[in-house]
């Protein structure tokens, strides 16, 4: 059974940073693509960021220039650095991994921007 883990979610000042990571059970490179989500209160969940087995990023319109997703072989995590956070920010993260026909969903993290 996959199972993917986020880490590194909280409570943010507006203008600061959070990274988080999403730790895969096996090997990251078995995932054609891997994503971070994102669903406010009231809100449909939303893509953030992707990155492709090959390599390949995209980013909502709402993120560039301020969120960078990467991702480490090695360790199989894919990690989303968020920087100049604003309120509208403020959701529960989603870490999800697509394998053919298949998606993989973790459990979520809080990340709350907030003065």
């Known amino acids: 059974q996959v199972q993917l883990v986020e880490s590194g979610g909280g409570l943010v000042q507006p203008g600061g940073s959070l990274r988080l990571s999403c730790a895969a059970s096996?090997?990251?490179?078995?995932?054609?693509?891997m994503d971070w989500y994102r669903q406010a209160p009231g809100k449909q969940r939303e893509l953030v960021a992707v990155?492709?087995?090959?390599?390949?990023?995209n980013y909502a319109d709402s993120v560039k220039g301020r969120f960078t997703i990467s991702r480490d072989n090695a360790k199989n995590t894919v990690a989303l650095q968020m920087n100049s956070l604003k309120p509208e920010d403020t959701a529960v993260y989603y870490c999800?991994?697509?394998?053919?026909?298949?998606?993989?969903w973790g459990q979520g993290t809080q990340v709350t921007v907030s003065s």
């Open positions: 990155i492709t087995s090959g390599g390949s990023i």
């Open positions: 999800r991994g697509v394998q053919g026909f298949r998606d993989y």
């Open positions: 096996e090997s990251i490179l078995s995932f054609h693509t």
